[in-house]
């Protein structure tokens, strides 16, 4: 009985700790997230589809900055070896290299998926569609998988 009434309390508080950040955010531009059963929605602040490379950077790490701590850095290491592939790439793409552009190719994509994982375990379909278009303006390689 008292487990049940410690979290009617804990629920409580999560509802009025919300309310007042809502109250404050409209305020003091807070950024929100839409929480639809245990994945995150589009956030009001950045949910635009990402028109250039800069762009895609910024949504990709925001959307990022919101995973918990020990998941955020598994995320972010992977994305920066998936960016330092891409020159090796671009040397292989251009020496017409097919053996090792097909083993970087593997490399990105093996990490590729990883973060793909996390991404549909994480947010909503909307936030992963919108991820991956991002991912598409920073590894130009992925324009050729779907």
């Known amino acids: ?17 919300l309310s007042l950040l809502t109250a404050y955010g409209a305020e003091n531009d807070i950024q929100l997230l839409t929480i639809e059963g245990d994945l995150i929605g589009l956030s009001e602040t950045f949910d ?13 790490h925001e959307y990022h900055r919101l995973l918990p701590e020990g998941l955020r850095a598994d995320v972010e290491s992977l994305h920066q070896q998936m960016l330092k592939l891409i020159p090796d790439f671009e040397v292989a793409y251009a020496a017409a290299d097919s053996a090792e552009i097909t083993h970087i190719m593997s490399e990105i994509d093996s990490r ?24 598409q ?3 130009p390689t992925l324009d050729d998988e779907e």
């Open 1 to 17: 009985m008292a487990k049940g009434i410690t979290r009617f309390y804990r629920c409580a508080a999560l509802v009025l700790a």
């Open 48 to 60: 635009s589809t990402a028109l250039d490379r800069q762009d895609a950077v910024g949504l990709v």
């Open 112 to 135: 590729w998926a990883s973060i793909q994982e996390v991404h549909r375990q994480t947010y909503t379909f909307a936030v992963v569609s919108l991820l991956y278009e991002a991912y």
């Open 137 to 139: 303006l920073l590894l």
